[in-house]
């Protein structure tokens, strides 16, 4: 476990030293503001919805290793998903980070599973998930963990 244990902290310092997916894409036509006041993270999340499929997705934001990473592995696996796919994946990656039993196949973003283990952590890696949630939603609203 620990060979595991190092090579997701080895993809999480990854993303968080290059971010994928950072600046405001063209033709954005979503976007919502996120803030972590526990940590001081800060997120705005981009997307490109068109027909219900999200087309394109981007952040930009600054914040500790595990916030960046998360948006990061986020707008990722985020590309070609439909609206309601996303949704079944933030609850799926939820449940991960929250300890909350079985959880949907995450791919990727099981690298951030180990959070689960630092409650303070948790709203570092869901604050993306929370803002992208509100883009969806379309609310305008800024999104705090609080
Ligand atoms: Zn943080």
Request: hydrophobic letters at 35%; glycine letters at 12%.
């Amino acid at each position: 476990m620990s060979d595991l244990r190092e090579l997701y902290q080895e993809v999480i310092f990854d993303h968080n030293r290059h971010p994928r997916n950072f600046g405001r894409p063209r033709g954005a036509n979503r976007s919502a503001h996120g803030y972590n006041p526990l940590c001081g993270d800060k997120v705005t999340i981009y997307l490109r919805v068109e027909d219900g499929v999200i087309r394109d997705a981007a952040f930009e934001g600054s914040g500790c290793a595990i916030s960046t990473a998360s948006a990061s592995l986020m707008t990722e696996a985020l590309k070609g998903k439909t609206e309601a796919e996303a949704s079944r994946l933030f609850e799926g990656f939820h449940d991960m980070v929250t300890g909350a039993g079985a959880h949907a196949e995450l791919g990727k973003l099981e690298v951030l599973g180990g959070v689960r283990e630092f409650p303070m952590r948790v709203k570092c890696a869901t604050l993306a998930w929370h803002t992208l949630s509100a883009a969806l939603k379309g609310g305008g609203e800024p999104v705090t963990t609080e």
